[in-house]
């Protein structure tokens, strides 16, 4: 049965159980103390009337065959009943069966009286306990109501009612992580907000500031020219803000499939840092691509090309003219590393552990360009493809980023 299975009813059901047996008992040892009474009154009720036939002169042959005579005449009956001995005689008359009755009451009563009480106890105490079983779920099920998830419910018995439990338990756990997903979109799309917001105030002041300058002097075609130059750099500026926080948001609300397909690795590189390689020219830097270019990663081209050029993009940010960006791949069994290596400033102890953090900048690259965005967002896209990006670094020598990718059989 389902109901043994719960303590407090087995529990409930083992005292009934032993209560019946006492009752028994208690009945059986009633039952031979009377019977016991009995023969002991039975017994006394002879003695007496011997005594009193001896005194009487009767003969004891006489007193032996009348005790041991079991057949009843009438006329035996009617002296009986003539000297008010008979069946309807008051029992008070009657000194030793009142005083059997009496006795025998009394012990009844007790027994009762003693039965009683343990019967009452037991099923105080398991109401007592149920009561407080119900009295714990009331207090648990407002704390979940008010949100509060810090209390759980007793889940450790068997029984319909831990079986509820264990179903709501289960409820609550499926509302408390919708409820912490739901805090957390609220809090990225908070901070998200604020990270905008904050990025794109500098370039917008500047666009109004420009804007004032070129409405103030609009003869003056240098100025003009100048200052337009300047707002087009501010609102490129913007332009891959938002496009970056867009490319960030959608693999954080996992709307990107990753479209994993066999790519050359040399194919994968050129488009990587197709459009890295002017700036390095201009800026007088190199991209040097080390490495067996037929060999195959199995990965998202598009986007594995996007963390790849961010990383070379943050690596050309940190090299100084002259400076040169390595990228050299190695293939094991098990493992498939692409290596990002720069001869720049490195980067501070202190910083190590926050370069993926979004809108990061060290203090120490305050003068460099970019948003804080490019690594944290090279990150998302090794992740999401199950990757494993890593960095190290020492300041003054150069900075080395590694990307691992299991081999796929």
């Not at 009348?66 to 008979?86: C, F, K, P, Q």
């Not at 009496?102 to 343990?118: E, G, R």
Request: net charge negative.
């Amino acid at each position: 049965m389902n109901l043994c299975r719960d303590k407090q009813i087995k529990g409930f059901l083992l005292f009934l159980i032993s209560f019946a047996l006492l009752l028994v008992g208690t009945e059986t040892v009633l039952a031979i103390y009377q019977v016991n009474d009995v023969e002991v009154l039975w017994l006394t009720h002879d003695e007496a009337v011997v005594s009193s036939l001896l005194e009487q002169g009767v003969s004891k042959e006489a007193i032996v065959t009348a005790l041991t005579n079991t057949e009843i005449s009438e006329d035996g009956r009617s002296l009986l009943a003539a000297a008010g001995l008979g069946k309807q005689t008051g029992i008070n008359i009657r000194p030793f069966l009142n005083q059997f009755q009496q006795s025998t009451f009394c012990i009844t009563l007790c027994a009762v009286m003693f039965l009683l009480l343990v019967l009452s106890i037991g099923m105080f105490v398991f109401f007592w306990k149920r009561k407080r079983l119900y009295q714990q779920a009331d207090k648990v099920l407002t704390n979940y109501i008010n949100g509060d998830y810090s209390c759980h419910l007793p889940q450790n018995y068997e029984g319909a009612i831990f079986q509820i439990f264990s179903s709501i338990e289960q409820l609550a756990t499926m509302l408390q992580s919708k409820n912490e997903t739901e805090h957390k979109a609220k809090e990225f799309l908070k901070d998200t907000i604020s990270d905008i917001s904050h990025q794109l105030k500098t370039p917008l002041s500047a666009l109004a500031m420009y804007q004032e300058i070129i409405e103030s002097e609009p003869e003056n075609a240098e100025t003009v020219k100048q200052f337009a130059a300047k707002m087009g750099i501010s609102l490129k500026r913007m332009e891959q803000l938002i496009l970056s926080m867009l490319k960030i948001t959608r693999l954080d609300t996992g709307s990107i499939v990753f479209e994993k397909k066999s790519c050359r690795l040399s194919e994968l590189i050129t488009h990587s840092v197709n459009e890295l390689t002017t700036r390095a020219k201009n800026e007088n830097k190199q991209i040097q691509i080390d490495g067996d270019g037929e060999q195959q990663l199995i990965c998202d081209m598009e986007w594995t090309g996007e963390a790849i050029g961010n990383i070379v993009k943050n690596a050309l940010d940190h090299t100084q003219a002259g400076g040169v960006v390595r990228i050299t791949w190695d293939r094991t069994p098990a493992m498939f590393q692409i290596f990002i290596s720069d001869n720049g400033s490195g980067i501070a102890p202190e910083d190590i552990h926050h370069i993926f953090k979004r809108f990061y900048r060290s203090k120490h690259s305050l003068d460099t360009q970019g948003i804080g965005l490019g690594l944290s967002l090279a990150k998302s896209i090794i992740e999401g493809q199950n990757g494993v990006i890593s960095v190290q670094s020492e300041l003054g020598a150069g900075t080395n980023f590694t990307l691992s990718f299991l081999t796929e059989l």
